[in-house]
């Protein structure tokens, strides 16, 4: 028998019947209707995904999502939940992780050459501004390093302001802030803290100015 004698047309049957070249027309071919359907609902899905994606991790991605702005209370972790840092900038510029009691340790660089030292200060408040012109390096390629103590008489709560496009905050070798946007914003970072004194770090790179901040709760 032939194989078209085998072949039967169903009235109704779109998913089962036949083009004019003699090939099977299916059902996702023949219904538009089905395919417009199907696209919707993966764009609604991929919506979806990156709005709850927005919620639970502000930090993915290129904007970041404060929850203290749309008045939610912010989380709160403790340091040990936050990653230890990767090849941190104090292993070339403070091997021995001192800081001093009071103020910080700053330490100037170029990015297009970062194992060679540009100047080292002590200060009193970790702030940059025009630091990149006074050193002679273009504001994309300064770099900043700081190196010092934070006393927490207390166990509390610790909230970190910044002010920065690119940066890193260390607490004793945990990053509890990471920022690589590109963009310069404003952002609150929580992290619950038992009492004793921390080796704070904070890494700069490209920033003309640069501001770091802190309270307890």
């Given at each position: 028998?032939?194989?078209?004698?085998?072949?039967?047309?169903?009235?109704?049957?779109?998913?089962?019947?036949?083009?004019n070249d003699g090939r099977f027309r299916t059902l996702w071919r023949h219904c538009?209707?089905?395919?417009?359907?199907?696209?919707?609902?993966?764009?609604?899905?991929?919506?979806?995904?990156?709005?709850?994606?927005?919620?639970?991790?502000?930090?993915?991605?290129?904007?970041?999502?404060?929850?203290?702005?749309?008045?939610?209370?912010?989380?709160?972790?403790?340091?040990?939940?936050?990653?230890?840092?990767?090849?941190?900038?104090?292993?070339?510029?403070?091997?021995?992780q001192r800081a001093p009691a009071k103020g910080f340790d700053a330490y100037y660089?170029?990015?297009?050459?970062?194992?060679?030292?540009?100047?080292?200060?002590?200060?009193?408040?970790?702030?940059?501004?025009?630091?990149?012109?006074?050193?002679?390096?273009?504001?994309?390629?300064?770099?900043?390093?700081?190196?010092?103590?934070?006393?927490?008489?207390?166990?509390?709560?610790?909230?970190?302001?910044l002010q920065a496009r690119e940066a890193r905050v260390l607490l004793d070798g945990?990053?509890?802030?990471?920022?690589?946007?590109?963009?310069?914003?404003?952002?609150?970072?929580?992290?619950?803290?038992?009492?004793?004194?921390?080796?704070?770090?904070?890494?700069?790179?490209?920033?003309?100015?640069?501001?770091?901040?802190?309270?307890?709760?």
């Amino acid at each position: 028998m032939a194989r078209d004698e085998l072949y039967h047309r169903f009235a109704g049957r779109s998913d089962w019947q036949r083009n004019n070249d003699g090939r099977f027309r299916t059902l996702w071919r023949h219904c538009r209707a089905l395919r417009r359907h199907c696209y919707y609902t993966l764009l609604l899905a991929c919506l979806c995904a990156i709005g709850i994606g927005c919620v639970w991790y502000p930090d993915s991605g290129g904007a970041d999502f404060n929850l203290d702005d749309v008045g939610r209370p912010p989380r709160h972790f403790p340091l040990q939940w936050f990653p230890l840092a990767d090849n941190p900038w104090g292993r070339q510029f403070n091997p021995q992780q001192r800081a001093p009691a009071k103020g910080f340790d700053a330490y100037y660089f170029d990015l297009k050459a970062p194992t060679r030292l540009v100047a080292r200060e002590r200060v009193q408040q970790i702030f940059m501004e025009g630091e990149a012109v006074r050193h002679g390096i273009a504001p994309n390629d300064f770099a900043a390093y700081w190196a010092g103590t934070l006393h927490v008489p207390v166990a509390a709560t610790y909230t970190f302001n910044l002010q920065a496009r690119e940066a890193r905050v260390l607490l004793d070798g945990h990053v509890v802030y990471l920022s690589e946007s590109g963009a310069f914003y404003r952002q609150n970072r929580s992290v619950t803290l038992a009492a004793g004194d921390y080796l704070l770090e904070v890494e700069s790179g490209g920033n003309e100015t640069f501001a770091l901040t802190w309270q307890s709760e």
